[in-house]
């Protein structure tokens, strides 16, 4: 018993030695505050942050405490710095990493980490209408709080991801940042913006990157636009209208766009200017590069349109089903004759769309004119109509139903 607590007593004093040969092996401990590279910014809050810099470093083990922000979210840092590996990782009130260093010299630091409702941003577009196309132009509404300001950092925006997606995503941003010194991310200028817009640095599953062309200084707390694009797109004006939901109309003006730029349209508001006047405000919604995207600009007095039941007539017969005349069915046969009337009130030929339905059961006998789209239930008519003129569609269809009739002995 008394041998066990000398031995005890022995390892105890023992102790305090240990750890400072322990200790010994770290070369330095320094408090690393790398300066932003890059802030990435969602539409929902989350904000991914690139701290990155150089450093001349000595061969083997350093310990670094990491400054963090109290805004960061500690399960996501990632600290890589070339021509070293992790050895620990301490998580106190700023997190304490062990680093081994292989080779004596400069290396290169990264650090990176998410902050949760620390930002967001939002397009605003200006459309300026044409006769045949339009110019969209895009700026981003930028809003951060990082608990500081920041100069000249790359500004990048995300369109429409989800909360798992983006963290997949900042660490996917991160990683290859660390080899011999990161090459410079691929990148391709859209050669129809000017030299104040952005440029994208590419597509990741459902996301869409768009990188601000300049380095910006960010003030923190403060809303700020910046450039995004601004293209030129085919345009067609056209009227609308739902016979079987409206009647009586109105006719609905939509303007159609052609997205022909390299870039999508993120889902944003915009205000609609013709000749410089404001017309409207209007919603964009995500438009992906190639796509066309509709734009209700309201109801229309331009033209007026009316439904009428023209005709209807009903016949019943008994049909009999075996020669004993004992099973019997009662056939009844409806015909629905509609028509359709859309007069023009302005001064230039419009393109019009008119839209009706029909029963399932139903069956068309007889259309004019030919519509430009038949379906199971609905019919559409694609029409170019003067300037002061009318159009009148017509159309019938057929409905019949049976009833069995059993005869009694």
């Not at 997949?168 to 290859?176: I, L, R, V």
Request: hydrophobic share 40%; glycine share 4%.
């Amino acid at each position: 018993m008394r041998i066990s607590s000398i031995l005890i007593l022995i390892l105890f004093l023992c102790l305090p030695a240990l750890a400072q040969a322990a200790d010994s092996q770290v070369e330095a401990t320094t408090a690393i505050s790398l300066p932003v590279d890059s802030v990435t910014i969602y539409p929902d809050g989350l904000v991914f942050v690139r701290r990155a810099g150089d450093m001349e470093v000595t061969e083997g083990l350093h310990d670094f405490v990491i400054d963090l922000p109290s805004g960061a979210s500690e399960e996501t840092v990632l600290f890589l710095v070339t021509n070293a590996t992790v050895k620990q990782v301490v998580y106190e009130s700023l997190p304490l990493y062990t680093m081994n260093f292989l080779t004596t010299g400069p290396q290169y630091f990264m650090l990176s980490y998410l902050m949760y409702d620390a930002g967001a941003w939002s397009p605003r577009y200006y459309l300026h209408l044409l006769n045949d196309s339009m110019i969209v132009s895009a700026n981003a509404i930028v809003r951060r709080d990082l608990g500081d300001d920041l100069k000249d950092v790359r500004l990048k925006l995300v369109a429409g991801p989800s909360q798992e997606i983006m963290k997949e995503y900042a660490y996917a941003e991160a990683a290859p940042a660390m080899a011999a010194r990161a090459p410079a991310e691929p990148q391709f200028e859209a050669d129809f913006m000017p030299s104040s817009s952005g440029r994208t640095t590419g597509e990741l599953e459902t996301l869409f990157v768009f990188e601000l062309e300049n380095r910006t200084d960010l003030k923190d707390g403060k809303t700020l636009g910046l450039p995004l694009f601004e293209e030129e797109v085919p345009m067609k004006r056209v009227y609308t209208w739902d016979a079987y939901f409206d009647e009586e109309g109105p006719m609905i003006q939509e303007l159609r766009l052609n997205n022909t730029g390299k870039l999508p349209w993120p889902q944003g508001g915009a205000l609609l200017y013709r000749d410089g006047d404001y017309v409207t405000k209007l919603d964009i919604s995500y438009t992906p590069a190639g796509a066309n995207a509709s734009l209700e600009v309201g109801k229309s007095s331009d033209l007026e349109v009316s439904k009428t039941l023209t005709d209807y007539n009903i016949t019943e017969k008994i049909v009999a089903l075996d020669d004993n005349l004992t099973r019997n069915v009662k056939v009844t046969t409806e015909n629905w004759t509609y028509t359709l009337k859309v007069k023009s009130n302005t001064d230039r030929t419009v393109e019009v769309e008119v839209s009706d339905s029909r029963p399932m059961e139903s069956e068309l006998i007889a259309v004019s004119p030919e519509p430009s789209e038949v379906e199971a239930t609905s019919l559409k008519w694609e029409l170019s109509l003067e300037p002061r003129k009318e159009v009148k569609i017509e159309y019938t269809y057929r409905v019949e139903s049976t009833e069995r009739l059993d005869v009694q002995n």
